[in-house]
């Protein structure tokens, strides 16, 4: 009996993700019909069982404040990196300058570490190369680097994201680590001495140039 519970539960827990894909071929089709919405359960179930994958954890809670502020900050962030990235590539005396940042999160869920990379990349100027799962890190292309300031900026940028995410729907325990994590890095923070709350210069490499010499590998910048 406790099986079938236990199977039943995993169904309901993968029903919103079962019904995004629905959603997501009607939206491909431009249309809602019944047609749509029929042959979306059969394109979904079929993705389901064919592309199997491990069960994504919902947290199964929301905060709807939380979440308007997540996509409004978001769409803030895209303006101005866009407005940013149109200035660069249009002023005078521009010279490249990127780096490959590690950004090591602070919780370890799949579907925050997926939102994160996702909310990062679309942002204009920055974009996931890479992640590792194991330790929730995620490596990025950067422009516009210059020193390790600017890179331990971009970091607080990023990790600031994961905060907004998870508040927004994150489970209790992710909120709890995240809230915890930070007041230990102001706490280091406030220590006389101590570096940024998110410096780790040894996660800052130079992206790779034709020239050698041209290269930073003390910040993780080309100037």
């Not at 706490?187 to 570096?195: I, L, M, Q, T």
């Amino acid at each position: 009996m406790s099986s079938v519970k236990q199977r039943l539960g995993g169904m309901l827990s993968q029903l919103p993700l079962f019904l995004g894909l629905v959603l997501l071929w009607a939206l491909l089709w431009g249309k809602f019909s019944w047609l749509n919405l029929v042959t979306g359960a059969v394109f979904a179930a079929v993705v389901s069982v064919v592309f199997y994958l491990p069960a994504v954890q919902l947290s199964g809670r929301i905060n709807l404040w939380r979440t308007a502020w997540l996509f409004g900050k978001l769409i803030f962030d895209i303006v101005r990196a866009s407005v940013d990235v149109s200035w660069l590539a249009l002023g005078p005396g521009y010279t490249p300058s990127n780096a490959i940042v590690a950004v090591h999160l602070r919780t370890r869920s799949d579907l925050i570490l997926t939102w994160t990379a996702v909310a990062t990349s679309i942002v204009p100027g920055s974009i996931v190369v890479d992640i590792e799962r194991v330790d929730s890190t995620l490596y990025l292309h950067v422009i516009n680097m210059h020193d390790a300031a600017e890179t331990d900026a971009f970091r607080a940028r990023v990790l600031a994201t994961e905060r907004r995410i998870v508040m927004a729907f994150g489970s209790a325990e992710d909120v709890e680590r995240v809230c915890r994590v930070r007041g230990e890095e102001n706490r280091v923070v406030d220590a006389p001495g101590s570096p940024g709350p998110h410096s780790r210069p040894d996660l800052a490499h130079p992206a790779e140039s034709s020239d050698p010499q041209h290269s930073d590998p003390q910040n993780g910048a080309q100037p």
